[in-house]
């Protein structure tokens, strides 16, 4: 164990080693590796280095290279006490049937736990049947374990058993909350960050908070993906929007409001790109179009 740590510490694993770019820019100083290298020179897979960034237990910079992790930040990780066994097992990630058994309850009480927003899914995927399937880090429930050990047994609240009744669910906006958070951390730019809180109102909702097509559009284009998507899953795309499109109008309300401060913050520091007045900027659904009959308008809204 102490051989692969000194591997991931000197950036060779399996007899690969990973090679330092010369990747100075914007965020960044000294030399940095590309996320595969540094994937591998941690010991991790591509999903395990994926939520180590979003997590921040690995943090990357800006280079002119784009996104890339410093070669200092790998020895940073790697000199970590317990390293490389404690940072996956803070990267563990569990479904229902695991959570479950971590926790010693019933599949059933965790997922009512999990409705009424104890705790927040770190992942989702769609399986066979579209139907959303949510994981969680299991050091979040360790730790829900040891806040709230009161909720593990006995009867439901019945705070909680009425919400539930009542159809309340909120584990798409824990994590959507999550993620949201996530980015946001990744970027200082304005305009970016207002992006990342545009990502997940709906078209409508969108046009309604922001009235500057050319605005909406510059949103539109710094949009960050909330989740990786494959090319061919055309076939639960409306599942994956129904899970990352805030839909209560209490959530809605708030990343209104926070958009709103967002783009006060991005206006003053630069405007939106304009094009030259004779062009148009790129169109949306909830764009008017000079001269285009309403009926058809209303027909392009309703494929939404």
């Given at each position: 164990?102490a051989r692969?740590?000194?591997?991931?510490g000197?950036?060779?694993?399996?007899?690969?080693?990973w090679?330092?770019?010369?990747?100075?820019?914007?965020?960044?100083s000294?030399?940095?590796?590309?996320?595969?290298?540094a994937?591998?020179?941690?010991?991790?897979?591509?999903?395990?280095?994926?939520?180590?960034?979003?997590?921040?237990?690995?943090?990357?910079?800006t280079?002119?290279?784009?996104?890339?992790?410093?070669?200092?930040?790998?020895?940073?990780?790697?000199a970590?006490?317990?390293?490389p066994?404690?940072?996956?097992?803070?990267?563990?990630?569990v479904?229902?049937?695991?959570?479950?058994?971590?926790l010693?309850?019933?599949?059933?009480?965790?997922?009512?736990?999990?409705?009424?927003?104890?705790?927040?899914?770190?992942?989702?995927?769609v399986?066979?049947?579209?139907a959303v399937?949510?994981?969680y880090?299991?050091?979040?429930?360790?730790?829900?374990?040891?806040?709230q050990?009161?909720?593990?047994?006995?009867?439901?609240?019945?705070?909680?058993s009425?919400?539930?009744?009542?159809?309340?669910?909120?584990r798409?906006a824990?994590?959507r909350?999550?993620?949201?958070g996530q980015?946001?951390?990744q970027?200082?730019d304005?305009?970016?960050?207002?992006?990342?809180?545009a990502?997940v109102?709906?078209?409508?909702?969108?046009?309604?908070?922001v009235?500057?097509?050319y605005?909406?559009?510059?949103?539109?284009?710094?949009?960050?993906?909330?989740?990786?998507?494959?090319?061919?899953?055309g076939?639960v795309?409306?599942v994956?929007d129904t899970?990352?499109t805030?839909d209560?109008p209490?959530?809605?309300?708030?990343y209104r409001?926070?958009?709103?401060?967002?783009?006060?913050?991005?206006r003053?520091a630069?405007?939106?790109?304009?094009?030259?007045?004779?062009?148009?900027?790129?169109?949306?659904?909830?764009?008017?179009?000079?001269g285009?009959?309403?009926?058809l308008w209303?027909?392009?809204?309703?494929?939404?």
């Amino acid at each position: 164990m102490a051989r692969r740590a000194e591997r991931a510490g000197t950036g060779e694993r399996a007899g690969r080693p990973w090679r330092a770019g010369g990747a100075g820019g914007a965020g960044g100083s000294g030399e940095s590796v590309a996320f595969g290298a540094a994937a591998r020179a941690l010991g991790l897979n591509t999903r395990q280095f994926e939520l180590a960034v979003q997590l921040g237990e690995v943090r990357t910079v800006t280079t002119d290279l784009g996104r890339r992790v410093a070669c200092e930040e790998l020895r940073r990780v790697t000199a970590a006490e317990g390293f490389p066994e404690a940072l996956i097992a803070r990267l563990r990630v569990v479904g229902t049937a695991e959570s479950a058994e971590l926790l010693g309850i019933t599949q059933g009480r965790l997922t009512r736990l999990a409705r009424g927003g104890f705790f927040a899914p770190v992942r989702f995927y769609v399986n066979r049947y579209r139907a959303v399937v949510w994981l969680y880090l299991a050091s979040d429930l360790t730790e829900f374990a040891v806040r709230q050990p009161e909720l593990l047994s006995g009867r439901t609240p019945p705070g909680l058993s009425a919400a539930l009744a009542a159809g309340e669910d909120w584990r798409a906006a824990k994590w959507r909350s999550r993620r949201i958070g996530q980015l946001l951390a990744q970027t200082e730019d304005p305009w970016e960050r207002a992006a990342v809180l545009a990502s997940v109102l709906g078209s409508v909702e969108l046009a309604s908070a922001v009235a500057d097509p050319y605005e909406r559009a510059h949103l539109r284009e710094l949009r960050p993906a909330l989740v990786r998507t494959r090319p061919d899953a055309g076939a639960v795309r409306d599942v994956i929007d129904t899970v990352v499109t805030a839909d209560d109008p209490r959530e809605i309300r708030r990343y209104r409001a926070a958009l709103a401060s967002s783009l006060d913050d991005a206006r003053r520091a630069r405007s939106a790109p304009r094009p030259d007045a004779g062009l148009k900027p790129a169109l949306d659904d909830h764009t008017p179009v000079p001269g285009r009959p309403r009926s058809l308008w209303q027909k392009l809204i309703g494929r939404r």
